[in-house]
Nanobody, 122 residues
Framework: VQLQASGGGLVQAGGSLRLSCEAS????????MGWFRQAPGKEREFVAG????????YYGDSVKGRFTISRDNAKNTVYLQMNSLKPEDTAIYYC????????????????WGQGTLVTVSS
């Protein structure tokens, strides 16, 4: 499974961005897809995760109420809609996928994309 993330960029505080992550390869094996982020000098942090059917959705505490994860299985793509962005949201955002897991533990995910940079200016 290969994951290609896109949609990052520079935005002012209070603005919005939508990230996309398209999966290719053995996509029929994928159950969970998630987003993580890593700011300079910090640990990689869970942002959001979603199960194949979309019935199980998880968010990190710092993004609840501002970010929304969704997926389009026909397009093998997961999205992250980010609203009310803050400077502390600045990070490289990584998408991840797994055959059995959709939760917040990064070590459970087997597949990772290359990351897309999001910069929020104050």
């Amino acid at each position: 499974v290969q994951l290609q993330a896109s949609g990052g960029g520079l935005v002012q505080a209070g603005g919005s961005l939508r990230l996309s992550c398209e999966a290719s390869g053995h996509t029929f094996e994928i159950y969970g897809m998630g987003w993580f982020r890593q700011a300079p000098g910090k640990e990689r942090e869970f942002v959001a995760g979603i199960s194949w059917s979309g019935t199980r959705i998880y968010y990190g505490d710092s993004v609840k109420g501002r970010f929304t994860i969704s997926r389009d299985n026909a397009k093998n793509t997961v999205y992250l809609q980010m609203n009310s962005l803050k400077p502390e949201d600045t990070a490289i955002y990584y998408c991840a996928a797994d055959e059995q897991y959709a939760g917040p533990t990064r070590y459970e995910y087997d597949y990772w994309g290359q990351g897309t940079l999001v910069t929020v200016s104050s």
